[in-house]
């Protein structure tokens, strides 16, 4: 459900231009959420609630309306509850719980979240929709999008900065999929030609997708071997001390 750098407790490494639009919106929404968010906490419900009611609202939308080819009203209940996002990083700093915990919930349930969206154009596809074609873009849009976090993930497991953002992140896969599936929707209320925006967004996805992931093992990869160079050069500096070291008092007893 997050945004990058929005989670309770996760380091953000945004661009510019990402740096910039979430400094403006979050202070919009800071301020029109935090009563809100004070109001929540005085009624004993905590962040973590939050974060589960919003996941689980998430899963309704796409999982009830989009398998239906519902894809406008679906969309409408996914973004509503995508707001809860806010709401429990608002109420983790007015609260001064910022941890680790909040951090790993709410990133794990993003890849929940993540999955019942594209879940649903999966179904809808493999049913209703009947195009075995987009069905399997689709999988692919599942698939790449936990592969490509996970990358990121396990790159800093083993102590890698993964320095790239990619082309396509969540926040990126999300917007266009979203934006596009509640165009799409509107075809039921009789907009001609618009539902084929549902399709070119899922391609986009894809393929943008598979670049980013491409992007994360490349950096991997030649970070790994700077780093792997960077501990070689240190240990051979290590042993040429030592053994000028060794030299040094080797010649001092012998005198």
Not at 160 to 177: F, K, M, T
Request: proline content about 4%.
């Amino acid at each position: 459900m997050g945004q990058p750098g929005a989670s309770r407790g996760r380091p953000a490494t945004p661009t510019v231009g990402k740096a910039m639009l979430n400094k403006y919106a979050r202070a919009f929404f800071t301020r029109v959420l935090t009563p809100f968010a004070a109001f929540l906490i005085r009624r004993g419900v905590s962040p973590d609630a939050v974060t589960l009611i919003g996941t689980a609202g998430v899963m309704a939308g796409a999982l009830v309306f989009y398998p239906q080819g519902e894809f406008f009203w679906g969309t409408v209940v996914i973004t509503l509850f995508v707001f809860s996002d806010l709401v429990d990083g608002n109420m983790a700093r007015q609260l001064g719980r910022s941890s680790r915990w909040g951090a790993f919930l709410d990133s794990t349930l993003d890849r929940v979240a993540d999955g019942a969206i594209f879940g649903g154009f999966i179904l809808w596809y493999a049913g209703g929709g009947d195009d075995l074609v987009l069905c399997a873009v689709s999988i692919f849009c599942l698939a790449s999008g936990q592969v490509v976090s996970y990358t990121k993930a396990r790159g800093e497991s083993i102590g890698l900065p993964v320095a790239v953002n990619g082309l396509v992140e969540r926040a990126e896969r999300l917007v266009i999929s979203l934006v596009a599936a509640g165009f799409a929707g509107l075809h039921k209320f009789g907009v001609p030609g618009i539902q084929y925006l549902l399709p070119i967004a899922l391609w986009i996805v894809a393929v943008g997708s598979l670049v980013t992931l491409i992007q994360r093992v490349v950096t991997v990869r030649r970070e790994s071997a700077e780093a792997e160079a960077a501990a070689a050069a240190e240990e051979n500096s290590s042993q040429g001390n030592a053994s000028r070291g060794n030299a040094s008092r080797g010649s001092e007893a012998a005198k």
